[in-house]
């Protein structure tokens, strides 16, 4: 079954703020002398930061210095975005050329990030420039310091487009941004990446109030992440798309993003459906198995001789099994239309043979009923045996 993957067109920023000198440059330094064998992988460059640098903050300060020094802005492919590739498609593949666009750059961070014990999530959402609301979509990162979130976009941070071309200089402002002040530019798609108590929707995006207004409902984001963080992928993305909704489809950027969310759903949730099908005819195989050799046990007049009970339990496991299976189909759900036919199928042979168990079962209880004198009389041959699915 194919595999939808969550999409969205990327952006990068042609506008850069003033730097804010925060006195980071001997830890840029210190980071910009790792080997170049170093940098062939996510775990080489982690373990180098690891060893050179000691806290939190000097670590994501290492890992955005890294990222957005190390890649260049790949402008002429910033268009041409392969749905079909993972993020780990996509930071080998950065790696290797040294190239990307804000989904790669957000990949890398991300994974280094975390790799040197950093909680770090990506965001994808929207942006704003000059008052403007972009047309493209963007990805971006946060990472959690000192028990508390940040923004940090190591795109924007590795420079600008100036006609037409990319220019590498490092942007301090994009690092380790307080969200308050970062959700006047970027704007998650998902409002629980806002980070904020009180969240701001896509028309306030819209129209520049982005101000804190408390006389709003509080959303307590952190225990809101930790509940998102305990439910499975499906449920996230269910929830997630919930809240974009909520929100306001303000744009086909959030439409897209909020229809691909419930589609994703929809696959994964019809995925597992299909494995548990698969459970059901696994079972349903099992228990013709055992009815056939119930047949061929009656078929041969019950020879060798088994007490009365082993006989009943020869016949009784696979209808019980054959109950229980067609139990459980019912309780499968959707599997999609693909196998609409195959679903179909799958009842009616489980139809048919717990029929067929059936009146074996009677037969038995019959045959026990009965002397032995009269069991004698009671055999015929049977040829209709239970068939299994390949």
Not at 168 to 176: A, D, E, S, V, W
Not at 210 to 216: E, M, P, V
Not at 310 to 319: F, H, S, T, V
């Amino acid at each position: 079954m194919k595999k939808y993957v969550v999409s969205f067109t990327l952006f990068f920023s042609v506008f850069s703020f003033a730097q804010a000198n925060l006195g980071y440059e001997l830890l840029d330094k210190k980071m910009a002398l790792i080997p170049l064998q170093s940098t062939t992988s996510t775990q080489e460059i982690a373990k180098f930061i690891a060893a050179n640098f000691k806290t939190d903050n000097e670590k994501i300060r290492a890992v955005f210095y890294w990222t957005a020094s190390s890649i260049s802005y790949d402008v002429a492919n910033m268009f041409a975005v392969n749905f079909e590739e993972t993020p780990q498609d996509r930071i080998t593949k950065t790696l290797k050329t040294k190239k990307g666009i804000c989904g790669d750059y957000a990949a890398i961070f991300n994974e280094i990030a975390n790799l040197v014990g950093i909680k770090s999530v990506v965001i994808s959402g929207y942006t704003k420039q000059n008052g403007k609301i972009a047309d493209l979509a963007h990805a971006w990162c946060a990472a959690k310091i000192d028990n508390k979130w940040y923004v940090f976009d190591p795109t924007w941070g590795s420079g600008s487009l100036t006609n037409g071309k990319f220019v590498k200089k490092i942007n301090t402002y994009y690092f380790k941004g307080e969200p308050s002040k970062m959700i006047t530019s970027h704007m998650p798609f998902d409002y629980l990446w806002q980070f904020l108590n009180y969240p701001i929707t896509n028309t306030e995006f819209y129209q520049g109030k982005t101000q804190i207004n408390t006389s709003k409902k509080y959303f307590d984001f952190e225990n809101e992440i930790a509940k998102q963080s305990a439910l499975s992928e499906i449920d996230q993305l269910f929830e997630s798309a919930e809240r974009v909704q909520k929100n306001g489809l303000k744009n086909a950027m959030i439409v897209a993003f909020y229809e691909n969310q419930k589609k994703h759903s929809t696959v994964l949730r019809e995925n597992l459906n299909i494995e548990k099908l698969n459970q059901v005819v696994a079972e349903m195989n099992e228990a013709v198995l055992l009815l056939n050799d119930f047949i061929f046990y009656r078929n041969n007049k019950f020879k060798p001789t088994f007490p009365d009970e082993e006989i009943n339990r020869m016949i009784q496991k696979p209808r019980e099994k054959l109950i229980k299976c067609q139990n459980d189909i019912y309780t499968v759900g959707s599997t999609g239309t693909d196998n609409k036919a195959n679903l179909t199928a799958i009842k009616k042979s489980i139809e048919s043979n717990l029929a067929l168990a059936e009146e074996h079962a009677l037969f038995v209880k019959n045959y026990l009923s009965k002397s032995k004198l009269v069991r004698k009389t009671m055999f015929s041959k049977v040829s209709w045996m239970g068939v299994p699915l390949n």
